[in-house]
């Protein structure tokens, strides 16, 4: 066996990308940053894959091959044949039509629960990273609870409160899912209040809110991408969790998990009913966390493993 | 090297030493790999042993002590069972001998109240006391050959002369040929009999190590020499530092790869490298020109 | 263990205890602020024989008083009765449920530890080799495929395809009580975690292979297994370890979808069902049950640190 033993001299296994190559155009972080991202092969699939997601969903809101709903267009659990590529379902359902519904509803459960749990993450870290003091206190006392807690039965008690509704469902993974970014903003936000530019600012009367918005969240806001595109993926997994056992968006919507949690019923006997909508969930899980990777690496260079 | 030897490699850092002293044990880091030539211990040839037999030889014939006696001891395993475990896997000693020896070997590196100090982990220990170990670890299996590559670097001056001290009295009692890599010529020069001098990957003089320091016939010993300040020294002559960086080994220069660097060099050192050649009774150099035919007024002269 | 270890897993199971009593007051007091329980929703019942049923349950009294009782009785570990079925007592039942879905749990960070740590020193030792692609691409998939999507694959495996395969020999019966039973919900809420721990263990394992002791492991004339196993991957571990806590918890969450689909009779299963059936007495008593677990796995994980670091003291 060939001895894999310590070197000192190893080479990076890629140089860093020269700055200044395009010396007179300045080059944003942003732009620079992008310029990583689709250099790298997986970030790159990960973006094919995602906007052939976001089409199909946008596809679904004015054509389907059929209606989502329509029962009985041919054998129930018919496998995949030439007018229904993917079969049909318990209730006669053209599957293709159904998985291209379930794509909007991912994507306005990810996104929106994304945004909504991003956004209130990101108000209320800097409020606690800047202000510290009693909001401080508060918002670290719950992230700290929400470690013993599993997220996933909070959101079940809302659902069955609240209804199960799209905004509900929204609403129920934002509940917890808030807490993680408000984590990372807060810890953002404690050490770049410290930074010279801020005392600069401060310095000459820059109001706070002005400070938080100039040059703090700007400041961020990598990691904050990073953290708000794996929140999607995860979102989805979450709404097919509530799905399953029963407490998702109610049919005849087609989510996707709610098409899984149908189809385990005749498993043995239509594995297509089950498979269909499991494929199109990993596929787009997978694809956003391909491009949280290329993100993560792009933007922050050191981070890379 | 015969038995019992005691050879010093000295050269600047990046000329080789470390990278030669992983080859006696056929353990240069990848990329790199063994090319050419031969590596001989005992008539065999490490670099063509069977893996099985490397293994035996590696710690078992021959052992070696790391520059940084912070970084070498695995952190979360005690000290005692890292001795142990050097026996336990050769077959010299058996197991219950592997675990009544820890504590002699502890003594023997003079590491007080052995007892308990085997019971320790790294991290409990001083960087002498770690550099100790490291040695008892290394004499374990009574080995024919230890190799010291830098072992005082990394501890502060006391603690250097302590270590050196030891390992001569190690050479004196057990009779263990003890290879001696460092940069610095005076730890060479308190303890090995014979010294080689490297120079970008290449041996450019050897010879015994008071002819080779007083009498020095390449160049590169010559300005290394100048660049140390020297207790026994009586004339006090000017120190100089040898001006330029080592070559890259992947782009040597053409010629003598010292040339670059070399005040003597003449028309051909950078055309052709010399062969190793004897210039005295015993001691080897490689070069054009030889210290010996460079007159004491043009030394005067460059200095 | 030492005086100091006794001293801080003393004080964790002190803030366990306090963690698992907020959690349990903040879900207490949530849900009796809101309309509607299991008695008045779900049974149509003569007046007279609903007050004696709110009777029975303290629910005719105001909040705080239920909640001292609650709590008091909380203390002597009673968790009180279940709203649907008069006279189950909760702790007995929670603690059966509990050992179910312990030994799922456990089952599962084994598959996850063994798996994750194989792929990840695989990958690392034989870094940028089609073996690392490999094994490190399956560690992204593996992560992305949730643990349900695991189960369906696994109970086509076994159900469909094992069965045929060996020709009516072989038959998985999904469900619980028999050992056979246990390795595949194991491994479907397994495999997204191992994911996890593979592309840690990678990454830690490329760093431990070039330290300097692991050099002097070589030099020594250890085998490779040796070097490998005991000193890179013993000091790898210790990074690897930190995700542990996360980790828990978020098998703990994947079981309650793995439990209701494989029917297993744990927690979350009894979680799920309690919930629809607005058994709120139930529902408080399993996120009780979670805090302490959850606490226990975490304070487990932070005993183990000194043990893999010795530089780590309590």
Partial sequence: MATVVPTALEVPEELPAVAGEELPEQVTLWQDAWRRLTRNRMAVVGLVIISVFILTALVSFVWTPYPTWRQALGPTYQGPTLIHPFGLDDFGRDMLSRVMGGAAIALGVGVGASMLASTIGIVLGLLAGFYRGKIDVVISLLINISYGVPDLLIALILVVLIGRGIQNIILAISVTAWLGMARLVRGQTLALREREFVEAARSIGTKNLKILTRHILPNALGPIVVQATYLVPAAIIFEAFLSLLGLGIPPPAPSWGSMASEGYKALQIAPHIVLVPCLALSLTVLAFNWVGDGLRDAIDPRMRR | ?303 | MSRGTLVYATQRLLLITFTAIVVSSIVFIGIHQLPGNAIARERRINPATEQALLHHYNLDLPWPQQYAIWLGNLFHGNLGESLVNEGTQITPLLLREAKTSVTLGLAAVAVTIFVGMSLGVLAAIRQNTWVDYVASTAAVVGYSVPSFVWAFLLIILTVTGFYAWSGGQIYEDIGWGKIEQIPVPAIALGLPYAAIVARLTRASMLETIRQDYVRTAWAKGLSARVVILRHALRNALIPVATILGPLVTGIITGSVVIEFLFGIPGLGQEFVTSILSRDYNIVIGVFTFYAILIGLANLTVDLLYPVLDPRIRY
């Fill in chain 2, 1 to 303: 090297m015969d038995a019992g030897e005691t050879l010093g490699i000295v050269g600047e850092s990046g000329s080789g030493k470390s990278i030669t002293a992983l080859s006696i044990l056929n353990l240069v880091p990848e990329p790199g790999k063994i090319t050419g030539g031969q590596i001989l211990f005992k008539n065999r040839d490490v670099v063509t042993m069977t893996s099985g037999d490397l293994l035996e030889y590696r710690g078992g014939d021959v052992a070696m002590i790391f520059q940084d006696p912070m970084t070498s001891l695995n952190p979360v395993l005690r000290i005692g069972f890292q001795i142990e475990e050097a026996m336990r896997a050769h077959s010299r000693f058996d197991k219950r001998q592997a675990r009544e020896r820890v504590i002699p070997l502890l003594e023997r590196v003079r590491i007080p109240s052995p007892k308990q100090r085997a019971r320790d982990f790294p991290h409990q220990f001083s960087g002498g006391m770690r550099q100790r170990a490291m040695i008892a670890m290394g004499l374990a299996n009574e080995p024919s050959l230890l190799i010291a590559d830098e072992p005082t670097t990394a501890l502060d001056v006391t603690v250097q002369a302590q270590i050196l001290e030891l390992l001569k009295e190690l050479n004196r009692e057990l009779g263990t040929a003890i290879i001696l890599i460092s940069h610095n010529v005076a730890v060479i020069s308190s303890l090995c009999t014979r010294v080689m001098v490297m120079y970008a990957g290449r041996v450019v003089e050897s010879g015994p190590t008071r002819q080779v320091f007083d009498h020095p016939e390449h160049p590169y010993t010559w300005s290394l020499l100048r660049s140390v300040p020297r207790v026994d020294e009586r004339r006090h002559e000017r120190l100089i530092s040898i001006k330029g960086m080592p070559p890259d080994l992947s782009r040597l220069p053409t010629g003598c790869t010292f040339h670059p660097r070399c005040q003597f060099k003449v028309e051909r050192c950078l055309r052709e490298e010399p062969p190793l050649v004897e210039v005295a009774a015993d001691q080897e150099a490689r070069c054009w020109v030889l210290m010996s035919n460079v007159s004491k007024e043009s030394l005067a002269a460059r200095t």
